[in-house]
Each structure stands twice: as structure tokens, then as C-alpha cells.
């Protein structure tokens, strides 16, 4: 292990030297402390913006830093799954504990709040999908047992994702050091998103960019990862009208593609 320690120790300025680290450094050090809580994978999972760096992996290309802005990570909870793995102090503090051990200065913004920020003004939403029949008896929403962890906020259309396919990725960060993501399946995310970009409720601005973002890991998807289908069975949890609507991602993507490809260099 001090071997393997020192390998990573050595090779993290390469990796940032070939400009492989690309993961933001806050962002990296609140997915290590959830994966080593055993969050990560069994009950947490990536989504929004920062799900991108994933994307770029499988498809071996480095996505514009414009698409991959952002000042928070979305962390999308899944409370059927089973949490009896966590150490005894994260049972206790929650989310909200292990984000104090990486930042001091996250605070939980308000009683109940699915939203912590800290002094740098960088944001954790804590999210999970809502029910079905608003009469059922609401799940768990907190990971810790104490009312001042994050509360997870429903939001419609997330159960897509979290029946969704996952895919997992090895990312850098901006250091140069590794570590393990688990995002939805691209193709759940492109529909996910494109769905967004149609509600007439959402932000204009945010909008834009889910329709941008849709577009984007679509084309990575038929461009890259030919393997990848959109009318794979797998995807059977997300909406049969929402799946057909993968016509207009793909047909976009012909249609940008095609013409004569450059054979010389920029000279």
C-alpha cells in the first residue's frame, strides 16, 4: 500500500501535466469522504454538471470547460438502499458531518435544508426523487440520524435516474489524483435532461443549458460509444414517450456530422 501510495504520489504532476486533472478539487475531496463512508454506489450517486467528467471518460475526449461550469454538486439519494454499512459517526452526522471533515465551513442553510455551503460559496444539494402517489408515507430523507444533516428535496423525473442504469468511471481531479464516480447511464442522462430543457417551469437559463447538455452526451453516445443504444431494453424505466424522443438527439447529431473530414493539420 505505501508502494502503491507513493506510484500516485508520483504520477498525480503528470497526470497534470497531460491536463488529465480535470475534476475540481472540492468536488473530489466530498466524493473521496462519501466513498469512504461507503455512500458512494449504495445509497449516493453523481448528477448534474459534474456527471460530465465521467462522460468525457468513457468517451476519451475532454468536454469544453464551458459545459462543465458549475459551483455545486448534485448528489442524488436513493433511500431504498440499504445503509447499515456506515460507520457509527456517520449515521450520526450524516452527509452534513462528512462534508465539516473536508471544508469546517459547510453549513446546512437552514432547519431541514437539502442545501449546504460553504465560505467559497460552493454548493451541495442532497436530492431524491419524489413519489409516485403523494398520499404514500415518504421514505428516508436524512442519511444521518440528527435533524441538522441534510434533508434530501423531491424533485419529479429523478426516479428515472435512479432506475436508470449506473455507470461507474475512474476520473482525475485537478491535482492529478484518481478516484471513482458513479453516474447514471449517459443515455438516462441525455433524456433526463432533455426532458428538463422541455418544462415550461424551469428556469430559461437553466433550460439552455439542459438542452445544451442533452445534445452534448448524446453525441458522445452515438459518436463514441456506438455500443450504447437508445432503444436498449435497459432503459425501460424511463417514460416510452421520453425514449422515443432520442430521434431528436440522434438526428441532430447526423446532421451536425456530416461533411468532409479534415485530412491536414491547422498548419
Do not use: C
Request: proline share 6%; aromatic share 4%.
Amino acid at each position: 500500500m505505501a508502494g502503491l501510495a507513493a506510484r500516485l504520489d508520483a504520477m498525480a504532476p503528470v497526470n497534470r501535466a497531460l491536463n488529465l486533472g480535470r475534476l475540481p478539487l472540492i468536488a473530489a475531496r466530498i466524493l473521496r469522504a462519501l466513498g469512504r463512508a461507503n455512500l458512494i454506489g449504495s445509497g449516493i450517486e453523481v448528477v448534474g454538471t459534474n456527471a460530465l467528467f465521467a462522460y468525457e471518460r468513457f468517451a476519451g475526449v475532454q468536454i469544453a470547460g464551458a459545459h462543465l461550469a458549475t459551483a455545486d454538486v448534485d448528489l442524488l439519494f436513493d433511500a431504498r438502499r440499504s445503509l447499515r454499512l456506515m460507520a457509527p459517526e456517520v449515521s450520526l452526522t450524516g452527509v452534513a458531518g462528512l462534508l465539516r471533515r473536508v471544508d469546517h465551513s459547510f453549513e446546512v442553510m437552514g432547519q431541514g435544508g437539502f442545501r449546504a455551503i460553504n465560505r467559497d460559496g460552493y454548493m451541495v444539494d442532497l436530492i431524491t426523487p419524489a413519489p409516485k402517489d403523494l398520499m404514500v408515507k415518504r421514505g428516508r430523507s436524512r442519511i444521518g440520524a440528527e435533524a441538522t444533516d441534510l434533508e434530501a428535496v423531491e424533485i419529479e423525473g429523478l426516479a428515472w435516474l435512479v432506475n436508470s442504469p449506473k455507470a461507474t468511471a475512474t476520473v482525475i481531479d485537478a491535482r492529478g489524483y484518481p478516484l471513482t464516480m458513479i453516474v447514471p447511464d449517459p443515455r438516462a442522462f441525455a433524456l433526463h435532461k432533455l426532458w428538463l430543457a422541455g418544462r415550461q417551469d424551469r428556469d430559461p437559463l437553466k433550460r439552455e443549458r439542459d438542452r445544451a447538455q442533452a445534445h452534448l452526451v448524446a453525441s458522445l453516445v452515438t459518436s463514441r460509444l456506438p455500443h450504447l443504444r437508445f432503444d436498449d431494453p435497459a432503459l425501460a424505466a424511463l417514460p416510452r414517450a421520453l425514449r422515443k424522443q432520442s430521434a431528436l438527439l440522434t438526428e441532430a447529431r447526423r446532421d451536425t456530422g456530416s461533411g468532409p473530414s479534415r485530412l491536414e493539420p491547422d498548419w
